[in-house]
């Protein structure tokens, strides 16, 4: 859980936009599922050519959205 759940609960619940909720859980999961990670939640297994700053990803997230 981190950051990005919070947002999306105040999408369903403080918004009512469950939509748009279900929607950026999909596109984070589809950018986690490629492989992709910031520094701070790689592994030694991630290779090096997928860890990218929080902006990409979150051009990553917007991409798949």
Known sequence: RGLGDVYKRQLRYSFGMGEAA????????????????????????TPVDKVVGTAKMGDLVVEHL
């Open 22 to 45: 279900d929607d950026i859980r999909r596109a984070v999961t589809e950018v986690l599922d490629a492989g992709w990670r910031t520094g701070d939640i790689k592994d030694a297994e």
